[in-house]
T-cell receptor
Framework: AQSVTQPDIHITVSEGASLELRCNYS??????LFWYVQSPGQGLQLLLK??????LVQGIKGFEAEFKRSQSSFNLRKPSVHWSDAAEYFC????????????FGRGTSLIVHP | DGGITQSPKYLFRKEGQNVTLSCEQN?????MYWYRQDPGQGLRLIYY???????QKGDIAEGYSVSREKKESFPLTVTSAQKNPTAFYLC??????????FGQGTRLTVV
């Protein structure tokens, strides 16, 4: 069965600092990988996705993520964090073909200090 | 505009009462999902449906029921058998295997 691990429950950064949120997945074949962001009391918004091809993917709001098959990782990065980036971030994995059901990590809460 | 609409945004349930959460999409997606979100536990799958008139249990289906009579609609009923229903409920849809699109959620509270 596929699974996703986000090892950091909370991450605190200063505004303007760089950010990296970690995500490790478990799946036997090539996974479909996603990062979502959630503001308090809201639904989830897709930041970026990886299906195949270039392992460095660009998303909205200045985010990017890199797929590393050897490490089973799909870490999210941003070079300079803004206060409005404070939110909950979820990594998700989907299976190729067959029964596609997105599986989510537990989320990482990003706190941004001024 | 295309999207997913969940209603109501806030819902209060008395002990022993069944309540139904609405989820409607106009994205023409085949698959729809219900997730439950509790603090620190991420999103847990309750039920999913990949075609009309068919649905499958997820990881935490006990105490919940669904129907899929129309492609656009996937209502979730929280029954009295669900002992701890207070949570944030999220509905999503997708045109598999592309990404899931989410509604704005319904916060259910037991009073």
């Amino acid at each position: 069965a596929q699974s996703v691990t986000q090892p950091d429950i909370h991450i605190t950064v200063s505004e303007g600092a760089s950010l990296e949120l970690r995500c490790n997945y478990s799946y036997g074949a090539t996974p479909y990988l996603f990062w979502y962001v959630q503001s308090p009391g809201q639904g989830l918004q897709l930041l970026l996705k990886y299906f195949s091809g270039d392992t460095l993917v660009q998303g909205i709001k200045g985010f990017e993520a890199e797929f590393k098959r050897s490490q089973s990782s799909f870490n999210l990065r941003k070079p300079s964090v803004h206060w409005s980036d404070a939110a909950e971030y979820f990594c998700a994995v989907g299976a190729e073909g067959g029964s596609y059901i997105p599986t989510f990590g537990r989320g990482t809460s990003l706190i941004v200090h001024p | 505009d295309g999207g997913i609409t969940q209603s109501p945004k806030y819902l209060f349930r008395k002990e022993g009462q069944n309540v139904t959460l609405s989820c409607e999409q106009n994205l023409n997606h085949d698959a729809m999902y219900w997730y439950r979100q509790d603090p620190g536990q991420g999103l847990r799958l309750i039920y999913y449906s990949q075609i009309v008139n068919d649905f499958q249990k997820g990881d935490i289906a006990e105490g919940y029921s669904v129907s899929r009579e129309k492609k656009e609609s996937f209502p979730l009923t929280v029954t009295s058998a669900q002992k701890n229903p207070t949570a944030f409920y999220l509905c999503a849809s997708s045109m598999t295997p592309i990404e899931a699109f989410f509604g704005q959620g319904t916060r259910l509270t037991v009073v």
